[in-house]
């Protein structure tokens, strides 16, 4: 079982810029992916932000130029730096990784709210 601890969530006015962060268990930066998706309420959860196996990165575009996911493998940390948030991007943070057997794990998810 992996585990997976988001943190750094929480109350964001607009133009903020909160970093969560998402702690897994020993080398799990070098997981087949690991990434970022969010829930909105009463929407699907969707891709924010991944690393695949080869270190490429993805963006949803409605963050492109806005956040960026990075990993410091010696902590075993995943992050995703957001600035200048929107309202619109309200939502439950879940910290994703895809072993390298293809089984999917979550994060318990961070809760970041935009507003003024």
């Known amino acids: 079982q992996v585990q997976l601890v988001e943190s750094g969530g929480g109350l964001v006015q607009p133009g903020g810029s909160p970093r969560p962060s998402c702690v897994g268990p020993?080398?799990?930066?070098?997981?087949?992916?690991l990434g970022w998706y969010r829930q909105g309420s009463g929407k699907e959860r969707e891709l924010v932000a991944d690393?695949?196996?080869?270190?490429?990165?993805n963006y949803a575009e409605s963050v492109k130029g806005r956040f960026t996911i990075s990993r410091d493998s010696a902590k075993n940390t995943l992050y995703q730096q957001m600035n200048r948030l929107k309202p619109e991007d309200t939502a439950v943070y879940y910290c994703h990784v895809m072993s390298m057997s293809f089984f999917n794990y979550w994060g318990q998810g961070t809760q970041v709210t935009v507003s003024s």
């Open positions: 690393f695949t196996r080869s270190g490429s990165t």
């Open positions: 020993e080398s799990f930066c070098n997981y087949y992916k």
